[in-house]
């Protein structure tokens, strides 16, 4: 009989794969399987099978064992490698890093079970004490409800686990080991009434179910998107295969611990199908049932932030992108993939449906969704984005919030504030309406100034400055982490009396007590919301009215939906205007509009105020007239004439090391080599990035410009074998990045 | 040599602040007149003295009326200014002349 050889994935930074005999068990593509490597027991992935090896068959080790399950089907195995292939990133690493944290261990992948409890039915309760009150309290509440869960059991009291223990013990009560998916809320929420235009949307999308169909779904704020994609999903979610299971659907979210009304909401009107969640704050044990709920397709919603793109799904038909713009749908380290655009590969694999949601797409998605299809270009049969179109707010006579623009060069500011904006805030309070303070800054100054020598303090380790974190009396560099001491005295000229210079969040907050003592003020930031419940509370006090100013950062621009909420203001987003990334405009346009989109969402209308030196600039008049298409549209002719993205395609070549001349070595053999060659790929000379320095590394980075995905593929398939071999690639860290969003 | 001792009355105060580090600032302004020998001459001085006392010495009870005695060094309020601002290093509070005042 033929040796049966084992190519195996490795999380190993090397781009090939790994063979081994398969000893004496039976293996799977797609396989876990432990494997001696280099001395140390590595977790790796079957992802062939094959009867000859390049390698002298009695050298090769056999697999010193198989795990039962098969951790990616076929569809999940091709997108994982597909993206291995298009982020030139190693396949192990990829598939790996793709896997729950508890799949990747050695050691068998155990969530803590679950179980479901009823009352047996010979049950007699005179066995138990009169005195163990919980545990008659139990046997009462099992009797009226078979089958309770842990989270039901636990309301009732803290103690429930002893005393179900001791029921068990006496035979009293019988355990059903349960699928750990969290029990959904009881369907109380009714479907509202639709518009017609989002009527319009649902049957457009319901018409086309079968095949690959990306939708742009573009909804001003507070016009129902959500409302839409549940109606969408519920049709989906009833279908069945000629087996009798149910389809399932994978919703992609920027950051779902932000948005916990989505999930909320999504819970209780289709409380009918299993949903579970994926994302960074669950616990391992939760993370590795809920990822096994979708992979056994018991689950059928799934709810996920970028890394769940890559969950197996196996009966999945339909995938669902809210705020399709979101930055973090960029994976910035490891594979550096774009969760949007693996969706939509996904989706085209498996020929189903994708709708993507926003306000203000990103431009990638405006480009595809509105340039007609070209006949010339290489790309004609590609497939046409649907564009559907929400202009009214779903709430009935709900409007758009007027937006205005305070002059700060002219109107001053005390401490951040202008006269125009105070007004505003005492307005809303003397009325009991809420309102809502942008800043994208936290902490409580971003530069201690000395005004003696005009120091200001810097972070040792990254080009960037130390930010005042006041109630600490820190001193943090928000890049790298580096915290200090506020010094007593300016360390260049010893003056004590330093200052704070700029706003922040803290700052603002107090400037608020201050100024308007009788308001109820909250603030919002990764500060104040360390503690995991901490937004969940916000959130609901604020529902409550028991909050009358928020004062936060980009944590509240996102999906938030207070009805209560009248007044919007934007304090110092300037910065942004001078920015030499030129997708800044893009972002502080999205960011405006979702903030601004925060006011007057339900009956009264609502008003923004931003404050800010340049109420001229072209930005801040498309944005008065909320008008996101002339605004792309302007913003994709620019691009047009730059040939910038998403004309045009990019790569990015980063290097970072202690010493700046290996860097720069570095780069410039790679530029020799990509120049010799011949391809119709532009390579910039290297520059460096606006962070000099990173956590105490020297950066700099290289752009590869090309006018089409092709070109630029072919010439990395060529470029990266070749840096890889170069000797200084082996001391420096380097990473390319495929469609980099940052520079 | 950068030492000046001058006494006067406190014109005004400053709410007490405090610096980033959280050390006690008080910023006031000393009124003083006294009559000076100028060439051999006698004549009159009035002038008034912006003044700042960092530390321990903030907390000392300067009020406006107090009659004081201080003693410290000339700095420029900031690099960017050219007036001057005397940092506190000593400071004498004649505690009748307060009590008088408030009475």
């Known amino acids: 009989m033929p040796p049966i050889i084992l190519n195996i994935a490795l999380d190993v930074p090397l781009n090939r794969t790994f063979d081994y005999l398969n000893g004496d068990f039976v293996a799977h593509v797609g396989s876990r399987v432990v494997v001696s490597f280099a001395g140390r027991n590595l977790v790796g992935v079957v992802v062939g099978i094959a009867q000859t090896s390049d390698y002298p068959i009695e050298k090769l080790k056999s697999v010193s064992h198989v795990f039962d399950d098969v951790v990616f089907d076929k569809d999940t195995f091709k997108l994982l490698q597909f993206c291995a292939n298009y982020y030139h990133y190693p396949l192990g690493q990829a598939l790996i890093s793709a896997l729950p944290l508890r799949l990747r261990q050695i050691k068998p992948a155990v969530s803590r079970k679950q179980f479901a409890y009823s009352l047996a039915d010979d049950a007699d309760v005179s066995q138990i004490p009169a005195r163990k009150v919980l545990m008659h309290r139990i046997v009462a509440l099992l009797r009226g409800q078979p089958n309770m869960t842990e989270a039901e059991l636990g309301l009732v009291s803290t103690g429930w686990r002893k005393a179900i223990a001791e029921l068990v013990q006496l035979n009293m009560v019988s355990t059903q080991e349960v699928l750990a998916i969290k029990a959904s809320m009881p369907s109380s929420a009714n479907a509202p009434q639709l518009n017609t235009e989002q009527e319009k949307v649902i049957n457009c999308v319901l018409a086309l179910t079968h095949k690959f169909k990306p939708w742009l779904l573009f909804g001003i704020t507070g016009s129902g998107k959500t409302e839409i994609y549940i109606q969408v999903l519920q049709q989906i979610l009833n279908q069945k295969n000629a087996q009798g299971i149910g389809a399932q659907v994978l919703v992609l979210v920027p950051e779902i611990n932000l948005t916990p009304q989505l999930e909320a909401r999504f819970r209780s009107r289709l409380s009918q199908f299993s949903l579970v969640t994926l994302h960074s704050n669950l616990s391992e044990s939760e993370r590795l049932q809920n990822w096994l709920a979708a992979s056994s397709g018991a689950a059928k919603i799934v709810i996920g932030t970028r890394l769940s793109v890559f969950t197996p799904m196996p009966h999945l038909k339909m995938i669902v992108m809210d705020e399709e713009h ?418 | 040599m950068n030492t000046l001792v001058i006494s006067g009355v406190v014109l005004a105060t400053e709410p007490i602040r405090y610096t980033p580090a959280g050390l006690p600032l008080l910023s006031f302004v000393l009124q003083h007149a006294s009559e000076q020998i100028e060439a051999g001459l006698k004549r009159k001085v009035e002038c008034e003295v912006n003044a700042v006392a960092i530390g321990d010495i903030a907390k000392q009870p300067i009020q406006q009326g107090s009659l004081i005695k201080v003693k410290g060094f000339l700095a420029k309020r900031s690099a960017k200014s050219n007036q001057l601002v005397l940092h506190v290093e000593q400071l004498q509070i004649n505690q009748l002349e307060t009590v008088n005042q408030s009475v």
Request: glycine share 4%; hydrophobic share 40%; proline share 5%.
């Open chain 1, 326 to 743: 979101d930055s973090s749908y960029k994976q910035q380290d490891g594979m550096r993939y774009h969760a949007r655009d693996v969706a939509m590969v996904r989706a085209k694999q498996l020929n189903i449906p994708i709708i993507l949601g926003s306000a203000t797409p990103s431009l990638e998605t405006w480009f595809n969704a509105t340039s007609a299809p070209d006949e010339t270009h290489k790309n004609a049969q590609k497939q046409q984005y649907g564009l559907l179109s929400l202009t009214q707010r779903a709430v009935e006579n709900a409007v758009l919030p007027n937006i205005f623009c305070v002059d700060i060069a002219k109107s001053p500011t005390e401490n951040g504030l202008s006269p125009l904006l105070i007004k505003a805030l005492r307005e809303r309070l003397s009325k009991g309406e809420q309102s809502l303070l942008f800043i994208n800054r936290r902490g409580y100054a971003p530069v201690l100034h000395c005004n003696a020598c005009q120091w200001v303090a810097p972070c040792t380790r990254c080009s960037a400055r130390l930010v005042v974190h006041l109630s600490q009396k820190r001193l943090k560099c928000h890049h790298c982490g580096h915290e200090q001491k506020i010094p007593v005295q300016c360390p260049s000229c010893g003056n004590a009396d330093m200052r704070p210079i700029g706003q922040a969040t803290q700052r603002l907050e107090q400037t608020l007590q201050a100024l308007l003592p009788a308001a109820r003020i909250a603030r919002v930031d990764r500060d104040s919301m360390r503690n995991k419940n901490a937004l969940t509370d916000l959130l609901t006090q604020v529902h409550n009215q028991e909050i009358d100013i928020l004062v936060g950062t980009q944590m509240l621009a996102k999906g938030h939906d207070f009805p209560n909420l009248t007044l919007v203001g934007v304090i110092d987003t300037d910065s942004a205007l001078y920015s030499h990334d030129f997708r800044a405009g893009e972002r502080l346009f999205a960011q405006l509009m979702q903030v601004a989109g925060r006011a007057g969402r339900a009956e009264k209308a609502g008003e923004v105020l931003i404050q800010t030196a340049f109420p001229q600039h072209a930005l801040f008049h498309t944005l008065r007239a909320q008008d996101y298409v002339s605004f792309a549209n302007e913003c994709l002719q620019e691009r047009q004439i730059m040939q910038f993205p998403p004309v045009s395609f990019f790569a990015l070549l980063r290097a970072e090391a202690n010493d700046y001349a290996q860097v720069q070595q570095f780069l410039n053999q790679a530029i020799n080599i990509a120049r010799l060659l011949k391809s119709e790929v532009m390579i910039y000379d290297p520059i460096r990035p606006q962070m000099e320095r990173l956590k105490g590394l020297e950066r700099a980075q290289l752009l590869l410009q090309a006018n089409s995905r092709v070109a630029l593929q072919r010439l990395l398939k060529m470029w990266m074998p070749q840096i890889s071999a170069l000797p200084l690639a082996a001391k420096i860290r380097w990473s390319l990045d495929i469609d980099p969003l940052e520079f």
